[in-house]
């Protein structure tokens, strides 16, 4: 049992794609083209620590890690990373955590601390006991919610699972909607679509409220052009525009990742916030997802009231640190 350290995310990208499949609960934060797309941006001030645990020569995990004034953490942060976790296939969790922990011991570090794990997550089983097995300090918070809903086979079997309050207020919505011009929901998913119509998410997004226009910075809006670029290459990306007579309203933008569609991110023009176009605009992201197949619609970290009246349940994100 070993572990080996490699210079850059390059340099294993085939090898974490392959454990990436096989791991439980993955997700487009975890795939090396994300984590790589926020190092180009935002790592200048990080060291790579990109461990690869092996038993002999079969590598059973990756720990994705960075390092900054004696601090390991995940790359990555939490305005961009719904989610982080270590890259580890499923069955091969105790093992990992017990090569990656012998060897973490030592390495100079004051401190580990990790965002973002999902309550489902090993990590958050053998992680801490490691650590307390040899005397450190392990402090778990819990961090955020991230509400999702599951899917059913049909549109309408999703309506009848919503509450009676819920479901009428929603084809409410959708009817008044209707009755205020032509309807349309368009979906975006190439490169080129996304080249030419992001600008036009960004405009919503900004518009929706003060806060989404502080949090889209030059240097946040120069990431989502990347990311977008690099899931529209993979056919993962799903940019939608609800229009109304020929104009552009409401906005989501989501990527589908194995069962779930993730909901990264939405807006809306507030002209229009007396038709609730935001809220009809996810519900039709909800009905793609549900004609795509898709069992989970994530909305991701943030308990906004909207996204309980479209049926979504709290899943909780937690924070792990371990000081020596």
């Known amino acids: ?34 984590q790589h ?3 180009k941006h935002f790592g200048t001030d990080f060291e790579q620590v990109i461990l690869v645990a092996k038993d002999g020569m079969a590598p059973v995990g990756i720990a994705p890690l960075t390092r900054k004034n004696g601090k390991l953490t995940f790359f990555g942060s939490t305005d961009l990373f719904d989610y982080h ?13 017990s090569i990656l922990f012998e060897y973490l011991v030592s390495m100079e570090w004051e401190s580990l601390d990790l965002e973002s794990i999902r ?18 300090s392990v402090k778990i918070e819990e961090e955020d919610v991230s509400p999702a809903a599951s899917l059913q086979p049909s549109w309408e079997d999703y309506l009848a699972g919503l509450s009676k309050k819920d479901r009428h207020e929603l084809k409410r919505k959708i009817r008044r909607l209707n009755r205020s011009g032509q309807v349309t929901n368009h979906t975006y998913k190439t490169v080129t679509e996304a080249r030419d119509y992001l600008d036009e998410f960004f ?7 003060p806060d989404k226009q502080e949090f889209m910075t030059t240097e946040r809006e120069a990431f989502f052009k990347d990311a977008v670029k690099e899931a529209a290459e993979r056919e993962l990306l ?23 569609y993730l909901l990264y991110n939405s807006g809306y ?28 619609f994530d909305f991701l970290r943030g308990s906004e009231r909207y996204k309980y009246h479209l049926g979504a349940q709290d899943h909780h994100t937690y924070r792990l640190s371990i000081r020596r």
């Open 238 to 260: 799903r940019l939608e525009f609800l229009e109304l007579d020929g104009v552009r309203i409401a906005s989501c933008l989501g990527f589908d990742y194995g069962n779930a």
């Open 85 to 97: 976790d270590f890259i580890v296939p499923q069955h091969h969790e105790e093992l990992f955590f």
């Open 203 to 209: 405009r919503l997004h900004k518009a929706s409220s």
């Open 1 to 34: 049992m070993n572990v080996t350290q490699a210079e850059t995310i390059d340099e294993v990208w085939s090898l974490w794609e392959n454990l990436l499949s096989q791991k439980q609960d993955s997700t487009i934060f975890l795939t090396p083209w994300w």
């Open 269 to 296: 023009d507030p002209d229009y916030y007396d038709l609730s176009v935001g809220i009809v605009s996810k519900s039709l992201a909800i009905k793609q997802a549900i004609e795509s197949g898709k069992s989970v």
């Open 37 to 39: 797309t926020w190092w």
């Open 119 to 136: 309550d489902t997550s090993p990590t958050m089983v053998f992680l801490p006991a490691a650590a307390e097995s040899v005397g450190m």
